[in-house]
C-alpha cells in the first residue's frame, strides 16, 4: 500500500478553519483517501473519505488535489472538541482489508 | 448506535502469562481487526477476519493468535505475554466487501505485562 506523509503537529485558534495536509505521491489509481481522528482516550473514529473529486460531509470537508498526490482535510471551524490525532490513510479499493495509520498530525485547538 | 466494545480498559499480566482480549460488536459487520497502537509507530494492524472462522495475518501476527467462533466476537490471544507487548489494542470492525467502508474502533484496552 501506499504511504502518507503528515506534518506532526499542528495549532490552530478556535472558531477559525483548520487545513490539515496529508501528501500521497506514490498514490495508486484504485486508493481511496480516507481521514480518521482520535480524541485523546478513544479508538479512532472515521470523519471523510473520497477518491478523486472534493466532499463533503457534516464533519469536514476533504480537497484532494487534481494529481491526487496530496489533499487537506478542512474543518471549517475549529472547536475545542476537535483537538485530536488526525490520520490519513490510503485504502485500496481491491485489495482495502488492511488500513495504515501512520503517526498522523496532532492538532491542537487554543482557546 | 454503532457499538465496539472491549472487555477491559486496562489490563495488567505477568511475564508468561496467556492473556485474552475481547472484543465484541453489535452491527453485524463481517469484518473484525485487532491493532496495537505504539507512541510514534501509530496503529499496526495485527490481524483481521472477515468471517467466521476466517482469520488474516497483518503486519505483526509475531507472539499472537485470534479467534473467531461467532459473527460478532473477535478475540486476541497472547499466548505468553513478554513485556514488549505492552501496548494499547484497538479492535475494530467493518461492513462491505470492498472494504470502502468505515471502520469502527471500540475504546482500547491498556495492556501492562510486567
Known amino acids: 500500500d501506499a504511504k502518507t506523509t503528515q506534518p506532526n503537529s499542528m495549532e490552530s485558534n478556535e472558531e477559525e478553519p483548520v487545513h490539515l495536509p496529508c501528501n500521497h505521491s506514490?498514490?495508486?489509481?484504485?486508493?481511496?483517501i480516507h481521514w480518521y481522528r482520535q480524541l485523546p482516550s478513544q479508538g479512532p473514529e472515521y470523519v471523510i473519505h473520497g477518491l478523486t473529486s472534493n466532499v463533503n460531509n457534516r464533519m469536514a470537508s476533504l480537497a484532494i488535489a487534481e494529481d491526487r498526490k496530496s489533499s487537506t482535510l478542512i474543518l471549517h471551524r475549529a472547536t475545542l472538541r476537535d483537538a485530536a490525532v488526525y490520520y490519513c490513510i490510503l485504502r485500496d479499493a481491491n485489495t482495502g482489508n488492511q488500513f495504515y495509520f501512520g503517526t498522523g498530525t496532532s492538532l491542537t485547538v487554543i482557546p | 448506535d454503532v457499538k465496539v466494545t472491549q472487555s477491559s480498559r486496562y489490563l495488567v499480566k505477568r511475564t508468561g502469562e496467556k492473556v485474552f482480549l475481547e472484543c465484541v460488536q453489535d452491527?453485524?459487520?463481517?469484518?473484525m481487526f485487532w491493532y496495537r497502537q505504539d507512541p510514534g509507530l501509530g496503529l499496526r494492524l495485527i490481524y483481521f477476519s472477515y468471517d467466521v472462522k476466517m482469520k488474516e495475518k497483518g503486519d505483526i501476527p509475531e507472539g499472537y493468535s485470534v479467534s473467531r467462533e461467532k459473527k460478532e466476537r473477535f478475540s486476541l490471544i497472547l499466548e505468553s505475554a513478554s513485556t514488549n507487548q505492552t501496548s494499547m489494542y484497538l479492535c475494530?470492525?467493518?461492513?462491505?466487501?470492498?472494504?470502502?467502508?468505515?471502520?469502527?474502533f471500540g475504546p482500547g484496552t491498556r495492556l501492562t505485562v510486567t
Open positions: 506514490t498514490i495508486s489509481g484504485t486508493d481511496y
Open positions: 452491527m453485524d459487520h463481517e469484518n
Open positions: 475494530a470492525s467493518s461492513t462491505g466487501t470492498l472494504i470502502l467502508y468505515e471502520q469502527y
